[in-house]
C-alpha cells in the first residue's frame, strides 16, 4: 500500500473520533480586589466569581510588584473560606506600588475555565 492510501485509510478512521461531542467548557470572569490597611500595616482583598461551587473563588493571588518592564512576584496568599486574603505587609513592600492578580486556569477534573484578573495598583504600608 502507497503512503497516500495509508494516510487516507487513517484519516477515515480517525474522523469519527474527530467529531465526537465534547463537553461544553463554561468561562468565568473572576475579580479580585486589594485594600491597604496602613496603621495595621495590612494588604487585604477578595476574590469573587459568578462561578457556582466555590470554583475560582479560592485562586491563588500573587501580590506583585509593579516594576518598569517585568514585574516581580513578591507572595502568594490563598484565601479563606470567605474568599478573602490578608498579607502583613514587609520591608521589601514597604513603599513599593504593588497590585494582587489570580492567574487563568482550567479545572482539570471539569470543565471550567476561571479567567485571570487583576486588581488595581496601591502604595503598600
Known sequence: MSRGALAVLALLLLAPAAKAPAE?????????TIAVDRPAGLLSGSVESEAPS?????ATVR???????????????????????HLKSFPALAG?????????YHLPSRPVVCLGARSRTVTAP
Open 63 to 85: 501580590v506583585m510588584l509593579s516594576l518598569p518592564g517585568r514585574d516581580r512576584v513578591a507572595a502568594r496568599v490563598s484565601p479563606n473560606d470567605f474568599s478573602e486574603w
Open 96 to 104: 513599593k506600588r504593588v497590585y494582587a492578580e489570580v492567574l487563568q
Open 24 to 32: 461544553t467548557t463554561h468561562t468565568f470572569a473572576v475579580t479580585v
Open 54 to 58: 466555590e470554583f475560582c473563588d479560592g
